[in-house]
């Protein structure tokens, strides 16, 4: 979760921004770092606002695919929820974060919008951070609901706990994650106020260091950061080994497997070559031993129907193969908590940052050109984060991509019948 403190918000007037930068540049080198920092910001808002636009949709679909009734299980309770904090996350970032920006940059011809959004802004900005909070805890909570669905496999088959009573306790951790986040963000309330006589600052509160130190260290730093990724990284490095050895283990069994189909062919080729007999209505059967079990409890039944001595019926019976492991679900996952990774670790690095140099040397941090393009991309990526879960759901869920192309015309028919009316 990118604490979107540590960004620095526009000034009023950008001559004061770029006076900020005068002790460390001549002003030719001032005027030229300060344009190109402008356009930067002002692509990635624009790249931001697509980005948001693309997410707010896939939310929405991905929220309607994973609350279907055919994909009612415990894990999409978690990744449907996830969508809804995603998803408000999000508009709040379109609000505080990209079109505060954007109009910033001419706040001179939109004088009244940007002054309602400076008054939005102490409001909303509490809202994103519980959101993201909530994305966190809920990332959390889907990887440790996977890993404990595959570590207790043998005892779950055994367990005569219904798939709906396992979306409801699946349901009631969902909105008690959501309730540590709105406590855990009680403190982000107080930290930003407007006034017409001095705009858009820090509290006197937010501005003290006892405040710094209880809300951006000793509760930002482990509660969003240590334990969430000692936790994810935990639970996926199990993961991954389950399906390394998985997948091991059918490597060996493939010799086997290319044996029973041999026996398959040829048992084929047999039946359907023609039988001579005088019967017209008669039936033989044969029981084949699965070499893939070592007891020989699973039998192929062969059955053959004789009505023509030139034709032969055959209906092979197979056992069904039962596995405690869905895969596609849990590589799904496994992208999900990636993407996470890469996006999230970028604002640790910053955080730690700011921590260390910055709470000691203010005027060093924003003076400091790099360090306010780190802070771009951090945002950037955590819009990222909360925008492509979507595409993970494509690329890893065959289900997922099923009930999409079933769904997908009847909500573009709905959609369409709304427009209508």
């Known amino acids: 979760m990118t604490n979107l403190s540590n960004i620095p918000l526009y000034f009023p007037d950008n001559q004061s921004l770029m006076g900020i930068y005068s002790s460390n540049f001549s002003q030719v080198e001032q005027l030229i770092q300060w344009e190109i920092y402008i356009k930067f910001r002002l692509f990635s808002s624009l790249i931001s606002l697509a980005i948001i636009f693309i997410g707010l949709v896939g939310n929405l679909v991905s929220f309607l695919i994973l609350t279907s009734p055919k994909m009612r299980i415990s894990t ?7 969508c809804v904090s995603g998803f408000i996350a999000l508009f709040g970032l379109l609000i505080n974060s990209v079109l505060y920006e954007l109009i910033a940059m001419y706040q001179e011809k939109f004088p009244e919008l940007f002054t309602l959004l400076c008054r939005l802004y102490p409001y909303i900005y509490p809202i994103i951070t519980t ?4 994305s966190i805890l809920l990332t959390v909570c889907v990887s440790v609901n996977q890993f404990l669905y595959i570590y207790f496999s043998k005892l779950r088959s055994q367990s005569k706990n219904s798939t709906k009573q396992e979306c409801q306790r699946a349901l009631k951790i969902v909105v008690l994650m959501f309730l540590i986040s709105i406590i855990y963000c009680i403190p982000y309330w107080l930290k930003f106020t407007y006034s017409d006589e001095t705009g858009l600052q820090e509290t006197e509160i937010a501005r003290t260091n006892l405040f710094q130190k209880i809300v951006h260290f000793y509760m930002y730093l482990p509660i969003a950061y240590i334990i969430p990724f000692s936790i994810l990284i935990f639970t996926n490095a199990y993961l991954i080994a389950t399906i390394a050895m998985k997948n091991k283990r059918q490597e060996r069994l493939g010799i086997k497997e290319k044996k029973l189909k041999e026996n398959e062919e040829e048992i084929e080729d047999i ?39 030139t034709h032969s019926s055959i209906k092979i019976k197979k056992p069904k193969k039962e596995s405690t492991l869905n895969k596609s679900v849990t590589i799904m996952l496994i992208a999900v908590v990636f993407l996470f990774f890469i996006c999230q670790f970028p604002a640790l690095i910053l955080h730690i940052v700011q921590s260390m140099v910055c709470s000691s040397d203010t005027d060093r941090c924003n003076s ?4 306010n393009y780190c802070y771009v991309i951090s945002k950037m990526l955590l819009i990222i984060n909360l925008s492509f879960n979507f595409v993970c759901y494509c690329l890893f869920s065959p289900k997922f991509r099923l009930v999409l192309r079933e769904s997908l015309p009847k909500l573009i028919l709905c959609c369409s019948e709304n427009n209508l009316y």
């Open 368 to 371: 400091s050109y790099l360090l």
């Open 271 to 309: 039946c359907s070559s023609p039988i001579k007999h005088q019967s017209t209505n008669s039936l033989m059967t044969v029981t084949l031993k699965n070499p893939l079990k070592s007891n020989g409890a699973n039998l192929y039944k062969l059955s053959v129907s004789l009505n023509k001595p």
């Open 76 to 82: 999409n309770v978690f990744l449907s929820s996830l």
């Open 131 to 134: 959101f993201q909070m909530a």
